[in-house]
């Protein structure tokens, strides 16, 4: 049987909420008992382990106040999605190896990335960061509902934000502020009315309070809005762009996959200059659709070509 300093150590890690030790002592315990010829209880604690591993933590019934505010939904991006630069997806992959080694950082009094600001265009996969960086971690993915948040009766809103920070507090998750400049805009801008700043301050101050485990995600397609005062208060900000020409042509290889026939992609690159990563997906996937309902086995350069000057008239004028 396990030794007694060994059950000691698990039930300490467990009320001390370190999970990763916790798992490695449950896995030598395992290890342990497979040398003493016990290997279906061995067994039985790895099938334990490796269930746990797969199941989201549950989270804590929002009052009914807040679920108008908090969102959960389920993400389905893994990083290998993303199509950025190399530096960018190793940024990203940071957050993720810094969260699950928390326990690491923190016996040399270091903590982890967790409050993140994120910046660029719409549809260059800001919103999709957030989800990628759930997924990896096996934790929830709540969106706060920014429309919901501001209201125009005074107070109302600081009130809402120290509510969402007393659940992202009490529900260890990944948290989306969605259209952040809605709260954090210039607290010198011409149009700044008294209550939005007095909702900024609010902000600055939760944030900066904030000792939780979960992950807060500010995401804003206007990075020239926001307050100065923001940036010091998030761990990291990270910058996205449009695609350049090697992203463009990666995911288009990506999206048409078995569809493209012998489409020379390299001489599409320059139609899709101007779109977003998300509107050059859209184009693809509309243009596999026309392929299907046209009873075809590939696309063709100029199915592929109308549907990306669709995107751009839409989204461009």
Known sequence: ?????????????????????????ALQIAAHEAKLGHTKLADDIKKIIDSAKTQKPK?????????????????????????????????????????????????????????????????????????IIS?????????????????KFMGETSAKLRQVFEII???????????????????NAENDVGEMRRVLNSFLQFIEQDKSESLI????????LLDQALFRRFDDVIHYHLPNDDEVLLLLNNKLGSY????????????CHGLSHAEISLA?????KSCILSDKKKITKTM?????????QAYIK
Do not use: W
């Open 1 to 25: 049987m396990a030794k007694a300093d060994q059950i000691k150590n698990l039930i300490k890690m467990h009320f001390d909420g370190q999970n990763e030790r916790f798992i490695t002592i």
């Open 135 to 151: 997924n990896e971690l096996n934790l929830p993915l709540n969106i706060v509902l920014m429309d919901k948040m501001v209201t």
């Open 169 to 187: 507090s009490e529900n260890k998750a990944v948290y989306l502020f969605d259209e952040f400049d809605a709260i954090g805009t210039n607290r």
């Open 260 to 271: 493209k026939d012998d489409i020379q992609l390299e001489t599409i690159i320059k139609k």
């Open 59 to 131: 989270l804590k019934p929002l009052n009914r106040d807040l679920q108008e505010l908090v969102i959960e939904v389920e993400p389905i991006e893994r990083i290998s999605d993303l199509i950025v630069s190399d530096n960018m997806s190793e940024r990203i992959q940071r957050i993720v190896t810094e969260y699950v080694k928390l326990n690491t950082l923190r016996k040399h009094n270091l903590t982890n990335r967790r409050k993140l600001l994120l910046t660029g265009p719409p549809g260059t996969g800001k919103t999709m960061t957030a989800s």
């Open 304 to 312: 592929l070509v109308k549907t990306i000057e669709e995107r751009k």
């Open 284 to 288: 693809c996937m509309d243009t596999i």
């Open 217 to 224: 995600v500010a995401a804003t397609n206007n990075l020239k």
